[in-house]
């Protein structure tokens, strides 16, 4: 199976990119780069005239999402372990800034593979972040989630000074990890940044079928029955493209701006519960659907986004209304036809093997 790039959107354009330490375009270390958010993200930095750096070690089998830009010039992949010293440093050479996607994303997964997470998303991530400052590093962005909040009351708007609540050893990890870098500010010359990211949603070259926006919609679209538990339960939605440009925007943002703080990635208006996203594709698609009590998620949670918006000057540009029709039209096209049979691409199911649950 080869995935076409033309046959997916392409994010990014041309702009003035800051100079790094070799004098040339700054280059960027994607820790994960070859994931779901981390391969929209490495195309949006290459189109921009960046140099870009992978580090993955294709959890998921997954290195077909990046083989289409292997001879882009300023591209360079590094195929490893995150938790290797040997391997950073070779990931680490020339860069200027590191962003930092990798970790075992999502509830399930960690659940079902906990040592392993508590490995990759504490320990490998701490070991990370020590090494920054030994290859001079300017600027370090570290993906976390809004699942860190957990159980807000539905009349509150989470912001960054709201109580964290994980519900989840994955939401645990990212909180720890938070939690390790700010405090840390004081002995690091590096200049890191927190990003709390909504759900994700949208078309990647890596596509992800467990995420509530995409798994809905290829559900519907392809007019199989669909059980939707808890379906007054709130979440957020951020557009990966808009993911992308958010971590662009606090690279390029000055430094006392970004120095240790915290944002809420996504829009006010991708606020949704569940039926309300169940109503956007009924007005698409006539499809299935069957609303259940009682599931096993107890995460109900809205958020704000207006810290990023004022501070930073950054807004959403993609809303799940518009993604909808993009979606169905795309599944019964037929582009994600082999979506079934290659589940563990498609989504965070499974971890190959040969990847040992600690170093």
């Known amino acids: 199976m080869t995935l076409q790039d033309s046959k997916l959107p392409q994010a990014g354009a041309a702009g003035a990119v800051p100079t790094g330490k070799s004098g040339g375009p700054a280059r960027v270390c994607v820790v994960g780069g070859a994931g779901y958010v981390g391969s929209v ?8 005239g960046y140099g870009v750096t992978v580090l993955d070690n294709f959890l998921y089998d997954h290195a077909l999402s990046v083989e289409g830009i292997y001879d882009e010039p300023g591209y360079r992949l590094v195929n490893g372990d995150l938790r290797r010293a040997d391997v950073v440093a070779q990931a680490l050479d020339g860069v200027d800034h590191v962003v930092l996607l990798a970790s075992l994303v999502g509830d399930p997964i960690s659940k079902k593979y906990p040592e392993l997470t508590r490995s990759v998303n504490l320990d490998g991530s701490q070991a990370l972040f ?17 699942s860190n909040y957990g159980l807000m009351d539905d009349n509150t708007l989470a912001d960054e000074t709201s109580s964290l609540n994980p519900l989840s050893l994955y939401a645990e990890t990212k909180v720890g990890f938070e939690q390790f870098v ?3 500010l004081d002995s690091h010359k590096v200049c890191p940044t927190l990003l709390r990211i909504a759900t994700a949603f949208g078309m990647s070259q890596r596509m992800r079928f467990d995420l509530t926006v995409n798994e809905f919609g ?17 979440r957020p939605y951020a557009h990966v493209r808009d993911i992308s440009g958010a971590i662009i925007k606090v690279l390029e943002s000055d430094s006392a701006k970004v120095k240790g703080e915290v ?6 208006d991708n606020n949704y519960t569940k039926a309300m996203l169940v109503e956007e594709f009924l007005r698409h698609v006539d499809a299935p659907v069957a609303f259940v009590e009682k599931g096993a998620d107890a995460r109900n949670y809205r958020v704000s986004f207006a810290k990023i918006r004022t501070q930073l000057g950054f807004e ?4 799940v209304a518009e993604f909808v029709p ?3 039209s795309a599944v019964q096209d037929g582009l994600y036809g082999r979506a079934d049979t290659l589940k563990t691409y498609y989504g965070n199911y499974q971890v190959r093997d040969g990847v040992p649950d600690t170093l």
């Not at 993200?41 to 921009?48: M, S, Y």
């Not at 020590?130 to 809004?146: P, Q």
């Not at 679209?221 to 379906?231: G, N, S």
Request: glycine content about 4%; charged content about 20%; proline content about 2%.
């Open 41 to 48: 993200l490495v195309r949006t930095l290459l189109a921009r």
């Open 182 to 184: 700010l405090g840390q």
């Open 316 to 319: 959403a540009q993609h809303s």
């Open 218 to 234: 290829r559900a519907m679209a392809m007019k199989t029955p669909l059980d939707v538990y808890d379906k007054d339960t709130w």
């Open 326 to 328: 993009q979606l169905i």
């Open 130 to 146: 020590a090494a920054l400052d030994t290859h001079d590093i300017d600027r370090f962005v570290f993906t976390s989630t809004c």
């Open 263 to 268: 944002f809420n990635v996504g829009s006010d």
